[in-house]
């Protein structure tokens, strides 16, 4: 799984999830309440579903090591 590198808006670090892949996405918004989702105005434009930088790396984190350890018992 490669990880996403933040944006820097206001700030702070985001991500969009329309960044990461179907797969990716569908996990991480079933990980998360729907609050957590933020739209963000930056030099005119919105950006829409995005996740503060912190949460998703925690996320990432603790996903990618679930998925070593079932990589693990698949032998």
């Excluded at 960044?19 to 957590?36: A, G, V």
């Excluded at 996740?51 to 790396?57: A, K, S, V």
Aim: charged share 25%; net charge positive; aromatic share 14%.
């Amino acid at each position: 799984m490669t990880k996403l590198i933040p944006i820097f808006i206001n700030g702070r670090k985001w991500i969009q999830l329309s960044q990461l892949s179907k797969e990716q996405s569908l996990k991480l918004k079933s990980w998360l309440p729907i609050s957590c989702l933020k739209k963000i105005m930056f030099q005119g434009s919105e950006f829409t579903d995005c996740l503060d930088f912190e949460t998703y790396e925690y996320w990432f984190r603790t996903h990618q090591v679930s998925e070593q350890k079932q990589a693990l018992l698949d032998f």
